[in-house]
């Protein structure tokens, strides 16, 4: 069963910001890292208590804004198996299993946009998310003021055409560096960006599955209904 999360328009678009808050160096695709991410990447782990499903939906009218999927490597998985096999979801788990979420070695993470959305709205809220990742302790003032200001500079290409039904968003953690990439939904690659920095991707999951976050609980309750 398809986990579906309502909640606010503005914190819909946050959570694309804030999966974004460390990729802050545009490079071209050819010499990025080859192939576009995938959730289907042969390292990352398959079957069950490997993966996490949810859809964003605005509050009041139920509308449809984004499915985001996340899936995770075989150590993640072996240890979301430990802690998860034939049990219900409950709180406890939940502080269990949002752990190992955040600290997996490697992730892929893909928002689908079901609507548009305008690029400098998107850009808002990424900046209120970087002012709540900082009072959270997960970056500095710094960065905060970089990343922020550098926005409108590394999304260019999307200034007029902003975010349109069908783009993916597409994060890839890995130990050594991030990786976020725009590709439209008939394939173009309009964003590349690559951040090589160890730990950069522990704040990517963070900003899922941290205590305050809107999609910890429904993210984490998908791991458990999904049988694949």
């Keep these: 069963m398809k986990n579906t999360k309502r909640k606010s328009f503005a914190g819909v678009l946050g959570i694309a910001g804030a999966v974004g808050l460390l990729a802050t160096r545009p490079v071209p695709a050819a ?3 080859g192939a576009l991410p995938s959730l289907e990447a042969p390292d990352l782990a398959q079957g069950r208590y490997a993966s996490m499903h949810m859809l964003l939906q605005k509050t009041i009218l139920k509308i449809n804004i984004a499915n985001i999927d996340v899936r995770f490597d075989k150590p993640a998985q072996s240890r979301f198996t430990e802690l998860a096999r034939d049990k219900s979801y409950s709180a406890a788990l939940e502080q269990q299993l949002a752990p190992v979420a955040i600290d997996a070695a490697r992730a892929v993470a893909q928002m689908q946009f079901v609507r548009d959305i305008p690029l400098n709205r998107w850009i ?10 900082r009072e959270a302790g997960l970056i500095t003032r710094e960065v905060e003021q970089h990343v922020g200001q550098g926005l409108p500079g590394w999304f260019a290409t999307l200034k007029d055409r902003g975010y349109q039904k069908g783009d993916r968003v597409i994060y890839a953690v890995s130990p050594e560096a991030l990786r976020t990439v725009v590709v439209s939904a008939g394939g173009q690659i309009l964003v590349d960006l690559s951040e090589r920095v160890p730990g950069a991707g522990r704040v990517v999951l963070a900003s899922y599955f941290a205590p305050k976050s809107d999609f910890r609980e429904a993210l984490l309750r998908s791991l458990l209904e999904t049988k694949r």
């Design 124 to 133: 808002g809220v990424v900046r209120d998310n970087l002012e709540q990742a």
């Design 31 to 33: 010499i990025a890292d």
